[in-house]
């Protein structure tokens, strides 16, 4: 891409390169702020094969199939390479033509593609094969030597994670099973949710603990507010209300101050909760 690049002037140079650059950063976190970049630079460079490339990958991870499959047709005359091969056939899928794509996997240009590109083409063409209904054919389409083999290459948990949803999809379960679980040792970096697909084979339900332990609190909480109303429940009105009327008495109380009135309530005996201070005390005070 550097030496595409090079054939700008340095500041556009820079410029595009600072956009491609943000385009990839961006791409699987935010692809339509990716797509934005992407946008910015084919303005500045849309005869740069590099920017082409860029500008159709982002379009593709925003589902803009149509054009995507402009950007790397357009990118692949400028470079006569083979490698956008796969992700073209893809973009066919997306725009609702899997036999197209099927077609372009019988393509010439495959014998071309890498290990790696031809692994990406076989995966398109079961999905295609999906897309028409053909289940059983796309499980045949996937049995191959880097299917079978037990080396992990970067494409292998791809792989094995699309064999075992086709025999899942097939209703061959204990098949399904296996591949899920060979999926998982391959996937060294968790790009697939293969242990969340075994785990639904197995019946397994995960709870979030930090979220039942709060459920648990929030309902003993509950628990001991009922409780609490139940006890208020069962206090007799009238205790309550004498309860209340006695504390709304000083705290403490001169009998002989004058503006002193014992409450009407002549069931109430309010000298049981106060405290007499005797002249002498005031005096010591």
Excluded: H
Aim: charged fraction near 35%; include cysteine; hydrophobic fraction near 40%.
């Amino acid at each position: 891409m550097r030496q595409e690049l090079l054939s700008l002037p340095k500041g556009l140079a820079e410029e595009v390169s600072r956009n491609l650059v943000m385009v990839a950063r961006l791409i699987d976190e935010d692809p339509e702020q990716a797509y934005a970049y992407s946008r910015i630079a084919l303005r500045l460079a849309s005869r740069v094969a590099a920017v082409r490339e860029a500008a159709g990958f982002a379009a593709y991870a925003t589902q803009k199939y149509s054009e995507a499959l402009a950007e790397f047709r357009a990118a692949k005359r400028m470079t006569g390479s083979v490698e956008l091969w796969p992700v073209m056939a893809d973009c066919e899928r997306g725009l609702g033509r899997p036999e197209r794509a099927l077609a372009m996997a019988g393509e010439p240009e495959v014998q071309k593609l890498d290990k790696a590109g031809q692994v990406e083409m076989r995966l398109v063409a079961a999905g295609a094969r999906r897309d028409m209904g053909e289940l059983d054919a796309a499980i045949v389409t996937l049995q191959s030597p880097e299917l079978a083999s037990s080396s992990v290459q970067p494409w292998t948990a791809r792989l094995r994670y699309a064999y075992a949803d086709a025999l899942l999809a097939a209703g061959r379960e204990d098949e399904a099973r296996e591949w899920f679980a060979k999926t998982l040792e391959a996937d060294k970096d968790g790009a697939t949710d293969a242990s969340d697909r075994l785990a639904e084979i197995d019946g397994v339900e995960f709870v979030d603990a930090a979220a039942a332990d709060a459920e648990d609190l929030d309902d003993a909480d509950l628990d001991d507010d009922t409780d609490e109303a139940d006890e208020d429940d069962d206090q007799d009105p009238a205790e309550v209300a004498a309860a209340e009327r006695a504390a709304d008495q000083a705290e403490y109380y001169d009998e002989d101050d004058e503006e002193y009135e014992p409450a009407d309530d002549a069931d109430v005996d309010l000298t049981d909760e106060l405290v007499v201070v005797e002249d002498d005390e005031r005096g010591k005070a």
